[in-house]
């Protein structure tokens, strides 16, 4: 659920980090109060069933099993019947992405390998190179 909550550790007591935490720890030093994370054993935001129960996040809500959730949920017409939803306190679609490193064509990989010295000695026999053919064509036309 990044970058709201990320669990870092399943073992109780529960260690999160993202957002969301730092939403609920400012909010449970102002009002004073300690608080568990619970995770629904589906893993699910929730879903309402034909009966009338909800699963995932929406059923420990639902059950009185958690007070609030700190997980962003989606807001739609049945959810909205059955719990309250607070004013939006953080939505941002602005994410940071990086493109996975992958094998891909260098078009300048033989130029890498080498340094300059190298290059300046290439260069050094090119130019002997060509100005011994020169002066070999030269002198046999003559």
């Known amino acids: 659920w990044g970058p709201y909550v990320t669990y ?5 007591p529960r260690k999160a980090l993202g957002t969301a935490i730092n939403m609920m720890e400012i909010l449970a030093k102002h009002l004073n109060i300690c608080y ?4 629904a054993k589906d893993r699910v935001f929730g879903s309402q069933l034909p009966n ?3 699963t995932g996040l929406m059923g420990l809500l639902t059950r009185g099993e958690a ?3 700190a997980v962003v949920l989606s807001m739609d017409s049945l959810r909205v019947r059955a719990v309250d939803f607070s004013v939006p306190l953080y939505v941002d679609q602005q994410v940071v992405g990086y493109k996975r490193p992958v094998y891909e064509a260098d078009m300048l990989g033989f130029v ?4 300059y010295e190298m290059w300046l000695l290439l260069l050094t026999t090119m130019a002997l190179v060509f100005g011994c053919t020169f002066l070999i064509q030269l002198f046999q036309f003559r």
């Open 67 to 69: 007070d609030m959730t």
């Open 112 to 115: 890498k390998p080498y340094k």
């Open 36 to 39: 568990e994370y619970v995770i």
């Open 8 to 12: 870092i550790s399943d073992e109780t």
């Open 52 to 54: 009338g129960t909800w």
